[in-house]
């Protein structure tokens, strides 16, 4: 990749004989806690050439965008190893994000958000006309099964759209074309975070993982029905070591809202927990590390596990429906259900769906990102004679729908901050204080009434 250019349109000084040449400036946006391990381990994958020796040197700064999914810093932890020190990531609003963009001359941007915010920057990036703007790259941060024509087309206009898997490539590749959309930027690669050692199972280990999801299913019943069939499991198999891995702890929020804690339901739980089944928290990674049967409804863990060549089951328990997400696993010969799993089976996966799914339980992972990374380079190469990013979305094609998008993140339909949305000097210090105390205030309310107000009145009408 070429060196890092300054926004300045004087030449840059000749570098010294023999001295290394300029690190990448890399910026990663991210809104979640997951949404900034995609982002994260995706700028790692596409500036570090995999570890290879001749991939240049990358600065990654980490900014997560303020909002109602902002992670803890035990969240941050609890990511795992990214490369970058939790404590340089700082919380910023879309305008202070644009701001820095401008000020700091990135090389290249990852945008790890969800699709609204996506396109917000994407605008405001485009307001900024930089004389040689950065590299923008956004993407998916796991299976992608809703909502797909309004989250890609809300991603159009970055340089690059990564997609996970041959799959996803083609779904992505169909979309942007079926509405006359520039299809160029999507880019065949795969999930940044599939790793770790194949499993290998030890003598009186025994452990079965259910990967838990926030908002998967959503309702009480469903979610109850899943906790108790299994922990009927670990009464099942007492000797077997039952694990419900869990996202977030009560109060903090991940990237979709769960209204109903499993931590909760398991307190209210008849007849109490069993001595061998334990919630656990932690990077998804060391719990794998452990693990001899993942199960799970549709997590992206499934896809990390089977990487890893663990054994897996998606279960149709509650259907096979896309609201649930298990559909994206039909054809994968992971679909069971727990009668079946409280019996001994195990599923076998279909190796041509694993192909087409981005897993590379083959060994083959090493080289997923040579396209991205080339095509990367290729855009760094011309930065400052990039064109202009040019979302499918503008004022003229959706005039009733892009101006709500921008004006939740405080920008004007020219993608410009609207006025107060940036403060500088020392007003700006205490009105930024101030904001802070409001939206900490704001935040836990959010959470009090998704958690705690919001079920009650759903089963008030339910009555």
Known sequence: MPPSKSNS?????????????????????????????WGALT?????????????????????????????????????????????????????????TV??????????????????????????????????VVTGYVGVVY????????????????????????????AVYEGVGADASAVTEAALPFLGGEPHRPEPGRDTVVFAAQPSVPASRADRTYLLRRLVEH?????????????RSKPGEHTTHIEELPYQRLAERLPGGLPPNFRLVYGHMGEVLDRTDLLVTVSSTAALESLHRRIPTAVLTDLGVREMLGNHHFIGSGLLTSWDHLDGGAHPEPDAGWLSGQGVAADGGYGNVYDTARARVTALLAKRDRLPALTPYYTP???????PGILARHHLAPDGHPLPGATATGEGGRVRGAVREAVRDAARGAYRHGVQRVAPVIRRMGEL
Do not use: C
Request: hydrophobic letters at 45%; proline letters at 8%.
């Open 9 to 37: 349109a004087s030449p840059a000084e000749p570098e010294s004989a023999g001295a290394p040449p300029p690190a990448l400036r890399v910026a990663v946006l991210a809104d979640s806690d997951t949404r900034w391990k």
């Open 43 to 99: 700028a790692r994958r596409l500036t570090s050439g995999d570890g290879r020796a001749d991939a240049p040197r990358a600065e990654i700064s980490g900014l997560l965008l303020r909002g109602r999914a902002t992670p803890t810093p035990r969240q941050l932890a609890e990511v795992g190893d990214v490369g970058i020190d939790p404590g340089r990531v700082r919380e910023v609003t879309a305008a202070e994000f644009l701001r």
């Open 102 to 135: 401008r000020d700091e001359g990135y090389d290249l941007v990852v945008l790890a958000l969800v699709g609204g915010a996506v396109q917000a920057m994407l605008h405001g990036l485009a307001a900024l006309r930089l004389p040689a703007r950065p590299v």
């Open 146 to 173: 809703e909502k797909l024509a309004d989250g890609l087309l809300l991603r159009h206009g970055a340089d690059i759209v990564l997609a996970n898997s041959r799959h996803d490539a083609e779904r992505f590749r």
């Open 234 to 246: 670990a009464r099942l198999h007492p000797k077997r070591e039952v694990l419900l891995k869990l």
């Open 396 to 402: 003229a094609t959706a005039p009733g729908y892009l």
